[in-house]
């Protein structure tokens, strides 16, 4: 593979993009909304000691959210689109290889990704007046942004080059980003209330003046849905690795202070076993239950197995288009146009 190649790919894919008038006006939205949520993620989180790290991470969240959205359109017919109109050909006659052109569209698709990330950086500067931003926090977000960017354009680029007709493609590649976001979400809904068992919960009777009998226990059973069975299904979800990966910060009280640690106590939590209850109401301290940094502490990180899924699933889609694209083609599929 040659860089002054893939670079001159690259720079023709968003040579093309940058001519239309719609991108800029999709950037201007974009930070729009920003400026949007900004302002209401401040009032959100002005209570507390850490307001730049909970507007630091809606932010972040914002910026992959309008990447899983937009992206697929931009990456969706990357191959196929020049397939189409007849101008794949011309480039593969050239010097350029077949990676090449694989990489630099994959480049170009990730530099789109990348401009909403440039667009949030004001606002995410904005966050970090806010106090209370770990820098550890910072790094490990952004780095973790940016391989889901190249992830989500990967997919995209894939699909493009493995299936013949670009408005195919692109709703292909929504149906498997909607998988990963929204899918895994819905599994573990279902498989959750799907899956259900006994449990027995015990608490103090009371007698006929109202008082605790401390000597016994009244019990009753009931069933209860199992996520702690089911929960793995959100590994491989793109906003629960970002918020997975990211080190959380508490409060004095235990509690996260921003999205990442919200997003992750709700998935750490789903990982416990519903056991048996007992609520004591003759005991000093009746309620007793660990803390969010303790449930967090307790339980199992989820991050590397769902990127690991999200790189075989893009790494797959990419090659096979790599070998779809390859020349000289051994065989097409039926109506695709090579020159």
Avoid: H
């Avoid at 949520?37 to 009032?43: E, H, K, L, P, R």
């Avoid at 000597?215 to 996520?227: A, I, L, N």
């Avoid at 969010?292 to 096979?320: D, M, R």
Wanted: hydrophobic share 50%; aromatic share 10%.
């Amino acid at each position: 593979m040659s860089i002054t190649s893939i670079g001159i790919i690259a720079r023709l894919e968003l040579t093309q993009r940058l001519r239309s008038v719609g991108w800029y006006v999709l950037l201007g939205v974009f930070a729009l909304v920003l400026l949007a949520v900004t302002g209401f993620s401040f009032a959100v989180y002005s209570w507390g000691d850490f307001v730049g790290a909970g507007v630091f991470s809606i932010v972040v969240n914002m910026v992959l959210l309008l990447v899983v959205l937009v992206s697929p359109t931009l990456s969706g017919n990357a191959i196929n689109g020049d397939r189409d109109a007849a101008t794949l050909a011309a480039v593969q006659v050239t010097a350029a290889s077949t990676g090449d052109i694989m990489v630099g569209k994959l480049v170009a698709a990730v530099a789109t990704g990348f401009a909403f990330l440039v667009v949030a950086i004001p606002f995410l500067a904005v966050s970090l007046l806010g106090g209370g931003s770990n820098p550890l926090v910072l790094l490990v977000s952004l780095l973790v942004l940016i391989v889901e960017i190249i992830i989500v354009a990967a997919i995209g680029v894939g699909l493009s080059g493995l299936i013949a007709r670009p408005l195919f493609s692109v709703a292909t590649t929504y149906l498997v980003i909607a998988g990963l976001v929204i899918g895994t979400l819905i599994a573990f809904l279902l498989g959750g209330m799907a899956v259900r068992t006994e449990t027995t919960q015990y608490n103090r009777p009371y007698d006929d003046v109202g008082n605790v009998d401390c000597e016994s226990w009244d019990s009753y059973t009931t069933e209860v849905p199992r996520f702690d069975l089911v929960w793995w299904v959100l590994a491989a979800n793109p906003f629960v690795v970002l918020a997975d990966a990211t080190p959380t910060e508490f409060d004095p009280n235990g509690y996260p202070v921003d999205m990442f640690g919200q997003i992750k106590l709700g998935v750490r939590s789903a990982q416990q076993t519903p056991l048996d209850q007992r609520f004591d109401e003759c005991s000093d301290d009746p309620y007793v239950y660990p803390t969010p940094e303790e449930t967090i502490a307790g339980t199992v990180p989820s991050w590397f197995v769902g990127l690991g899924v999200q790189l075989v699933l893009a790494g797959g889609l990419f090659a096979g288009a790599w070998s779809r694209t390859r020349t000289p083609a051994k065989r097409l599929p039926p109506g695709t146009r090579i020159a």
